[in-house]
């Protein structure tokens, strides 16, 4: 069975989804063992309190097990992640949203930090991952947990356990976190800016360390030096850390050339995960990102009950997940026909999955594109003089209710650091109207 690792592509591995399915599975010794591991960091971090009878007027929560197979940098099986979580979808859904929503980062954020920095020999980029991470978070909340699957105690049935750490799966669970990691770093002098929640900055004496993290995923600029080392020194009596270069973000591998003074990011292991789950890795590629037929429309959903009946098997939520999750990073060139195929992830038909499958297609022909920053040379005096944006707008673009589709990206120098496409709020009666409000989303966008 361990011949397996390096071998298989990961996400070709098929795990159980319950836990009782592990004992008749071929990698059952390896997935046991991945629960033993599991089971036991939750019990040295003290997740959960002894075992007592369930207090009146509240409800346990069941546990579940989830296993991953974690890809090397090739996409290649490295090892077998089971994870202990709690069943969110069982939980109250009085909470409100400052007490389960987690602010995450804005991509433009990491690329305005390569932009600055990529021609900076002084400035070196590392990613921090936090293990394990909603374990350092204690809940807000009184919940009570049943026992986990498979680690039930003799004598102690219908036992319960009041929970006094977040679980991967809770509602409030990221929002625990997030308050947790933004506590630990205002408590060390560092301050946050207004426009993203998930950028923090610590500057001293011509040095500086700049933070950002999407939930748990934690990337890093820094001069390095004495502030550094404290930092690090900080952060390991608060949290378990394990401290690398800045090599894969976010389903994006990353290169960083020093002597070049460029950064390189592309999604070719992200995009190939993406093909091969939707059994398009065999497809004919395609040389343009929109189709040259009609624009699909609200005409196009299905009218019969049998069209109706094969578009519930068509998995195009899940695709155009995949794809937003895809062009935010790396992916300019997809956001208009994909803003198109989002409209209708409320309901869609054939015609709308051939959009979203061309849309596939082009990637699979363009898989190996990437974006590379080449940074400023710091001769201007002012950074925004650097500062170029392009708009356009395609007027009453959509041809179910005549709004306009606006478009924008912004360029520090060579270097692209955001980019959208979006449909108007309100439908513009001329093409310069539509220009204007374009011109009007961009203009207060980069403001930022």
């Known amino acids: 069975m361990n011949d397996l690792k ?27 063992d991945a629960e ?40 290649k099986l490295k090892q077998i992640k089971a994870r202990l979580c709690l069943r969110g979808d069982l939980q109250k859904t009085d909470l409100t949203k400052a007490e389960s929503y987690s602010p995450v980062m804005h991509f433009s954020t990491l690329n305005l930090l390569f932009a600055l920095y990529c021609k900076n020999k002084a400035v ?37 356990c009041r929970l006094l750490r977040a679980l991967y799966g809770g ?23 207004h ?53 894969h973000f976010l389903g994006t591998q ?9 950064i390189h990011m592309d999604q070719t292991a992200q995009i190939d995960k993406m093909l091969r789950q939707f059994n398009m890795q065999d497809c004919k590629p395609a040389n343009s990102s ?25 998995p195009y939520r899940q695709a155009v997940g995949h794809l937003l999750y895809v062009q935010g990073a790396t992916r300019p060139d997809i956001a208009y026909p994909l803003k198109i195929a989002s409209k209708f992830c409320k309901g869609w038909g054939k015609q709308h999955w051939l959009y979203v499958k061309h849309i596939m297609r082009y990637l699979k022909g363009t898989r190996e594109r990437k974006v590379i920053f080449r940074g400023i040379d710091g001769t201007s005096a002012n950074i925004s003089d650097l500062l170029q944006i392009y708009t356009d707008a395609s007027h009453q673009g959509d041809p179910d ?17 955001d980019f959208r496409s979006t449909y108007q709020k309100i439908v513009a009666h001329s093409s310069t109207e539509s220009e204007l409000m374009a011109l009007d989303e961009a203009a207060r966008r980069s403001q930022y």
Not at 51 to 71: C, F, M, S
Not at 130 to 159: D, F, H
Not at 254 to 262: C, H, S, T, V, Y
């Open 6 to 32: 390096g071998v298989v592509n990961a996400d070709e591995t098929e795990l159980p989804r319950f836990h009782h399915q592990v004992f008749s599975h071929p990698l059952r010794n390896l997935i046991k």
């Open 36 to 75: 033993d591991l599991e089971y036991q960091t939750l019990v040295n971090k003290g997740c959960w309190s002894k075992a007592i009878d369930l207090p009146e007027g509240h409800k346990a929560l069941a546990l579940t097990w989830n296993y991953r197979a974690k890809p090397d940098e090739h996409g």
């Open 124 to 160: 070196t980029f590392y990613q921090i991952d936090i293990k394990p991470a909603y374990l350092s978070a204690l809940v807000r909340r009184e919940t009570y947990i049943k026992m986990p699957p498979g680690r039930e105690i003799e004598g102690q049935e219908g036992k319960v």
């Open 171 to 193: 509602k409030d669970s990221g929002r625990c976190f997030y308050e947790a990691l933004v506590e630990h770093l205002t408590s060390n002098n560092f301050h946050s800016i």
């Open 195 to 247: 426009q993203d929640q998930c950028l923090y900055i610590f500057e001293k004496e011509g040095s500086f360390i700049k933070i950002v993290f999407f939930v748990d995923d934690i990337a890093i600029a820094t001069t390095g030096g004495t502030i550094w080392k404290d930092f690090l020194a900080q952060l390991g009596k608060r949290f378990d850390y394990k401290l690398n270069n800045l090599t």
């Open 254 to 262: 990353i290169l960083i050339d020093k002597e070049k003074g460029e």
């Open 290 to 314: 929109v189709m040259n037929t009609t624009q699909p429309s609200q005409l196009d959903l299905p009218k019969t009950d049998v069209e109706k009946k094969e578009a519930e098997n068509i």
């Open 401 to 417: 209710n005549r709004r306009s589709i606006s478009a924008y990206i912004v360029r520090l120098g060579d270097d692209t650091i």
